[in-house]
Nanobody, 115 residues
Framework: QVQLVESGGGLVQPGGSLRLSCAAS????????MGWFRQAPGKRRELVAR???????LYLDSVEGRFTISRDNAKKMLYLQMNSLRPDDTAVYYC?????????WGQGTQVTVSS
């Protein structure tokens, strides 16, 4: 059974950086596409960034140039480097396959951008 565990969130000032990590257990990161999602209070969950196993990436327009997704299939890890953070990046961030599997959603990691 696949389990995805996110970590690395926290409170950061506008303009700051965070690096999120997603550890997969129960299976390797053999899925072609993996992605980072986020859900802000009162809003729908949205796809922020995705990467396939060959390194092809795609980003939400609002994070393009600020966020970088990467994966280490051998270590079963997915990462999201977030720079130049803004208050509207505040959300709970999750990793999952694409398309997402309902049973794979973890607890997420809270990112709060505030001065």
């Amino acid at each position: 059974q696949v389990q995805l565990v996110e970590s690395g969130g926290g409170l950061v000032q506008p303009g700051g950086s965070l690096r999120l990590s997603c550890a997969a257990s129960g299976a390797g990161l053999n899925f072609n596409y993996m992605g980072w999602f986020r859900q802000a209070p009162g809003k729908r969950r949205e796809l922020v960034a995705r990467a396939n196993k060959y390194g092809l990436t795609l980003y939400l327009d609002s994070v393009e140039g600020r966020f970088t997704i990467s994966r280490d299939n051998a270590k079963k890890m997915l990462y999201l480097q977030m720079n130049s953070l803004r208050p509207d990046d505040t959300a709970v961030y999750y990793c999952n396959t694409i398309p997402p599997e309902e049973g794979y959603w973890g607890q997420g990691t809270q990112v709060t951008v505030s001065s």
